[in-house]
T-cell receptor, first 111, second 117 residues
Framework: QKEVEQNSGPLSVPEGAIASLNCTYS??????FFWYRQYSGKSPELIMS????GDKEDGRFTAQLNKASQYVSLLIRDSQPSDSATYLC???????????FGQGTELSVKP | GAVVSQHPSRVICKSGTSVKIECRSL??????MFWYRQFPKQSLMLMAT?????????EQGVEKDKFLINHASLTLSTLTVTSAHPEDSSFYIC?????????????FGPGTRLTVL
């Protein structure tokens, strides 16, 4: 079992729709979670970080964390073609410690 | 803030040669930097954790004598791929841990694409 699992996709949504990206993790000691966006051929870019149960919103992005279910999600509202990328979920045990990445979910937003 | 640079962005070398990649935190001091490798269509794999002024901590299966890491200052870490072979061709990416109050977050450099002929 991988420590951090994501559906590889591709996930295809129409422009303006809500894209829902999911991630589960196996290490109950994980405390911090991150969503990165990676365009093809580029390095990852931090979108959201979340440390406590519940929702965290930043613009069109909402991260959700449920530690009891070991589940993290990212919602993208009003999806745009420019959101088309691979989204990486990552968890960390310690503050500032090493990140364990999922395999990424490829998102395609169709105009 | 939290900008990380890498140099070179792309390098092509002959088999058997060594290649050095630099990672710099431009607007903050990074006591900890991380080196990753990413093969096509795969996720990032952590190679090692680099701490300023001390030896790097390598992940299981990563040869420390082949991938030399030096973190001599709070803004610079280097990765040297020694005696490179075609199977070392990959996308190498560094990240740096941001300072307070964002000490939990890592910011990535733009990556170095290495091709070994």
């Amino acid at each position: 079992q991988k420590e951090v699992e994501q559906n590889s996709g591709p996930l295809s949504v129409p422009e303006g729709a809500i894209a829902s990206l999911n991630c589960t993790y196996s290490d109950r000691g994980s405390q911090s979670f991150f969503w990165y966006r990676q365009y093809s051929g580029k390095s990852p870019e931090l979108i959201m970080s979340i440390y406590s149960n519940g929702d965290k919103e930043d613009g069109r992005f909402t991260a959700q964390l449920n530690k009891a279910s070991q589940y993290v999600s990212l919602l993208i509202r009003d999806s745009q073609p420019s959101d088309s990328a691979t989204y990486l979920c990552a968890g960390s045990r310690n503050q500032g410690g090493k990140l364990i990445f999922g395999q990424g979910t490829e998102l395609s937003v169709k105009p | 803030g939290a900008v990380v640079s890498q140099h070179p962005s792309r390098v092509i070398c002959k088999s058997g040669t060594s290649v050095k990649i630099e990672c710099r935190s431009l607007d903050f001091q990074a006591t900890t930097m991380f080196w990753y490798r990413q093969f096509p269509k795969q996720s990032l794999m952590l190679m090692a954790t680099s701490n300023e002024g001390s030896k790097a901590t390598y992940e299981q299966g990563v040869e420390k004598d082949k991938f030399l890491i030096n973190h001599a200052s709070l803004t610079l870490s280097t990765l040297t791929v020694t005696s490179a072979h075609p199977e070392d061709s990959s996308f190498y990416i560094c990240s740096a841990r941001a300072g307070a109050p964002r000490t939990n977050e890592q910011f990535f450099g733009p990556g170095t694409r290495l091709t070994v002929l």
